[in-house]
């Protein structure tokens, strides 16, 4: 006798809307459980990566500084910072001042830099900066200020007959940037790097801070430690990142902590699958049988019940997608969800998910549906024919 088509056995199970809605609630439990695994680490990924590309808009790819403190640009460090593999490099003045406003003060840093070539190394749009200062987003905003306001600023004076005084000086608004950070968004501001000098009547050329652009980002730490072969001691080198260094430490761990206790989600989603596989058992193992009867051989049986098993993982894998979209580009967007990024760093957050995040957790969840079928299918083959149709039918 011929095998029976398998469409045979898909009419049997929807042919009843009971089983649909079971079925379309399994599916649904499942996406969900995946959808909460992929947010959650989709959430922690893009964490990492927006803090990340937040931090080089301050710090290029390399930072450093000299360990004595301010520096005088020398023959040697020019010339190792002219090496090849480095594209530009800029050095930097920074300090720390007071911003004064009408009732309350502001602790902010002040770096004075070389506009052309910070803005190409960071990416910060320093065009604008003339004669007056560019302040962060964050402080514009908490401030109210705009392009062409005055803001004083307090430096400690270096006069000794004025030590332990304070220097007034009003600038000007030229414009205002974005780092992505909050702190830095909330405390940075540049000015012209001469002017600084000008200002604090140091020597020219001082610097106590440097950022620097390589040629090949993937040997960001052999150009590290090429930098401090070629300059000794004298000077500290550090990735862009390495002021958040444990945090993003942390963060890698616990998406990877998170993550696998967040398989109980699935765990629970796929209780669900079994419940459904048991409703099928008790309610269709009569159509089953005869139809194993008429000549569906077992074969054909497990062939359709993996089918099965697999079209509910894909649809349901299909569905978290339409979840994940939900959640990232309306929810995160939602105007009373606010970020306290004084808290959490970031101003926002970004869902960035990669491929292997997709393979991670789409397999994870489709052994699980393997194995439910393997156990399902063995039980099943143990019911010999004969005594399947003897239980259903007495």
Do not use: C
């Given at each position: 006798m011929s095998a029976l088509p398998l469409s045979s056995l898909f009419r049997i199970i929807l042919e009843k809307k009971s089983?649909?809605?079971?079925?379309?609630?399994?599916?649904?439990?499942?996406?969900?459980s995946i959808a909460v695994i992929l947010a959650t680490i989709g959430l922690m990924d893009g964490f990492e990566i927006s803090l990340k590309k937040a931090l080089s808009h301050s710090n290029g790819d390399i930072k450093f500084r000299a360990k004595d403190g301010f520096f005088l640009p020398d023959e040697k460090l020019t010339n190792v910072l002219q090496s090849d593999?480095?594209?530009?490099?800029?050095?930097?003045?920074?300090?720390e001042t007071f911003a004064i406003g009408a009732q309350e003060s502001k602790g902010v840093l002040l770096r004075g830099i070389e506009p052309e070539s910070f803005g190409n190394?960071?990416?910060?749009?320093?065009e604008s900066l003339k004669n007056g200062i560019l302040i962060g987003k964050q402080f514009q905003k908490k401030y109210k200020l705009a392009v062409g306001d005055s803001l004083v600023l307090a430096f400690a004076s270096g006069k000794k007959q004025d030590q332990g005084s304070?220097?007034?000086?009003?600038?000007i608004i030229d414009g205002v940037v974005e780092h992505g950070i909050y702190e830095k968004d909330f405390r940075f501001m540049y000015i012209e790097k001469q002017k600084l000098i000008d200002l604090l009547a140091y020597r020219e050329a001082t610097s106590n801070f440097g950022i620097i652009k390589i040629k090949n980002f993937e040997n960001i730490n052999d150009s590290i430690e090429k930098l401090k072969y070629e300059l000794g001691d004298k000077f500290r080198f550090d990735p862009y990142w390495s002021e958040f260094e444990v945090l993003l430490e942390a963060v890698e761990i616990e998406k990877i902590s998170i993550s696998i206790v967040l398989q109980l989600i699935v765990v629970v989603a796929i209780l669900n699958v079994v419940g459904f596989i048991i409703f099928l058992s008790e309610?269709?193992?009569?159509?089953?049988?005869?139809?194993r009867a008429l000549g569906l051989s077992i074969k054909s049986f497990q062939k359709f019940w993996f089918i099965l098993l697999g079209m509910i993982w894909a649809i349901a894998c299909l569905f978290s997608k339409v979840l994940l979209y939900l959640f990232s580009?309306?929810?995160?967007e939602l105007p009373f969800i606010k970020i306290p990024g004084d808290i959490y760093v970031l101003s926002n957050l970004q869902l960035i998910l990669d491929p292997f995040d997709y393979l991670y957790v789409f397999g994870i969840s489709l052994g699980?549906?393997?194995?439910?079928?393997?156990?399902?299918?063995?039980?099943?083959?143990?019911n010999t024919l004969l005594g399947g149709l003897r239980r259903e039918f007495s």
């Open positions: 089983t649909l809605r079971f079925l379309v609630g399994t599916i649904g439990s499942l996406s969900f593999f480095i594209l530009n490099y800029s050095t930097i003045l920074q300090i190394i960071t990416g910060i749009k320093t304070a220097h007034l000086q009003e600038f309610t269709k193992a009569q159509d089953f049988f005869m139809l580009e309306v929810i995160l699980w549906i393997l194995l439910i079928g393997f156990l399902t299918m063995r039980k099943l083959k143990k």
